[in-house]
């Protein structure tokens, strides 16, 4: 009989699961057999996983009761009104997930005759289903062996192995490892307990090497932190763009931007083609120089150079505009780009 620190990992792992498992309402208790025979448990596993996809458990429950109770098969979804479904998602965030599920829901309705099909790979042709969720489905609905890889096992593997490679580089060399220490039996039950690991114990910033039940081998446990490594991140490009201040009798001209691009279909102040979208006809040459805004978005940092205009009867206005009175300027839903424009063009002035 090997001591505790010399059993197989997966050993260990799936021994703390059994006593330590997180109890959650699209769980069967740790070991219990996978009830195959009923056709919508997938159904539930595959709803879970979708749902706390950027989401967190405690989010995810209510919705999960929710749509149980009124949707309580693959096939009662995939008869559902699209605007009822997509009700019932508010608030969950990540609409696109809503969409797929009713693709999904459908797919299997209409081509595995309602019942979820158990293999991996037909499981990954099916709409919303990337490699980990069908893996995760694959797994934990019909205990194939399947190899899972969330953000929490690959942490807790790049931990256990001090992988000095960085992410996300180090994705393909991570799943290797997975795919070594997965077990033949029971590979749904090691899935869930090594994201409950990564999640309770194993945690991002204050792993709790203590209580770890493979810590005795553990060869990141000096500076667990440490892992997994991170790419550093690369410079934000940076763009200049103008923006003009048009303004007449206490009235300031606003745009309508296009329905698709960047803050598609939004008022806005007339500005060039920052954005990479097309130039608005009638943009004014020259203006006052009136200062700066700078804002900040998910890609790119961005700096306009204010002009301000004094708007004279009959002259040119950019196209798609209208008069707006500047002291309601705060109730024109003026994306903060823009707020901030007005805001710097308005400060000292009294309201
Ligand atoms: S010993 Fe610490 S770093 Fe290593 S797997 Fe366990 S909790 Fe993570």
């Known amino acids: 009989m090997p001591v505790e620190s010399e059993a197989p990992f997966a050993h260990r792992i799936l021994r703390w699961f059994d006593a330590?498992?997180?109890?959650?309402?699209?769980?069967?208790?740790?070991?219990?057999?996978?009830?195959?025979?009923?056709?919508?448990?997938?159904?539930?596993?595959?709803?879970?996983?979708?749902?706390?996809?950027?989401?967190?458990?405690?989010?995810?429950?209510?919705?999960?009761?929710?749509?149980?109770?009124?949707?309580?098969?693959?096939?009662?979804?995939?008869?559902?009104?699209?605007?009822?479904?997509?009700?019932?998602?508010?608030?969950?965030?990540?609409?696109?997930?809503?969409?797929?599920?009713?693709?999904?829901?459908?797919?299997?309705?209409?081509?595995?005759?309602?019942?979820?099909?158990?293999?991996?790979?037909?499981?990954?042709?099916?709409?919303?289903?990337?490699?980990?969720?069908?893996?995760?489905?694959?797994?934990?609905?019909?205990?194939?062996?399947?190899?899972?890889?969330d953000g929490n096992v690959e942490r807790v593997v790049a931990r256990h192995h001090a992988v000095d490679a960085p992410l996300p580089g180090a994705k393909p060399q991570l799943r290797a490892l997975t795919d070594k220490l997965t077990p033949d039996h029971r590979a749904g039950d090691f899935a869930q307990a090594m994201m409950d690991l990564g999640a309770t114990i194993c945690t991002p910033r204050s792993?709790?090497?203590?209580?770890?039940?493979?810590?005795?081998?553990?060869?990141?446990?000096?500076?667990?932190t440490g892992f997994p490594v991170k790419a550093p991140k690369k410079a934000r490009p940076e763009r200049q763009g103008l923006v003009w201040w048009m303004e007449r009798n206490g009235q300031v001209w606003l745009v309508r931007r296009p329905e698709t691009g960047m803050l598609g279909g939004m008022l806005a102040l007339p500005s060039d083609d920052w954005d990479g979208g097309a130039r608005v006809a009638g943009l004014p040459e020259g203006g006052e120089e009136a200062g700066s805004i700078r804002h900040v978005f998910t890609h790119f940092g961005l700096t306009l150079e204010i002009r301000a205009v004094e708007a004279a009867p009959g002259c040119t206005l950019p196209e798609g505009g209208q008069w707006w009175p500047v002291r309601k300027i705060a109730q024109a839903g003026l994306p903060s780009l823009f707020a901030k424009v007005a805001a710097e063009m308005l400060k000292g002035r009294t309201p």
């Not at 195959?36 to 919705?63: C, F, G, H, N």
């Not at 770890?212 to 000096?222: I, Q, T």
């Open 20 to 149: 330590h498992a997180r109890a959650l309402p699209w769980r069967l208790p740790p070991g219990e057999p996978l009830p195959l025979d009923d056709p919508d448990w997938p159904y539930r596993v595959w709803l879970s996983e979708i749902m706390l996809q950027q989401t967190t458990v405690a989010a995810v429950k209510p919705y999960y009761a929710a749509f149980l109770a009124r949707w309580p098969s693959v096939v009662a979804l995939a008869g559902a009104a699209d605007s009822d479904v997509m009700a019932a998602w508010a608030g969950l965030g990540y609409y696109a997930r809503a969409r797929n599920l009713l693709a999904c829901a459908r797919a299997v309705r209409d081509q595995h005759e309602g019942r979820f099909p158990a293999q991996e790979a037909a499981l990954r042709a099916l709409p919303g289903l990337g490699a980990y969720t069908a893996a995760a489905v694959a797994a934990i609905a019909f205990g194939q062996r399947a190899v899972v890889v």
């Open 207 to 224: 792993p709790a090497c203590g209580i770890c039940p493979v810590a005795a081998d553990c060869a990141g446990r000096l500076d667990p």
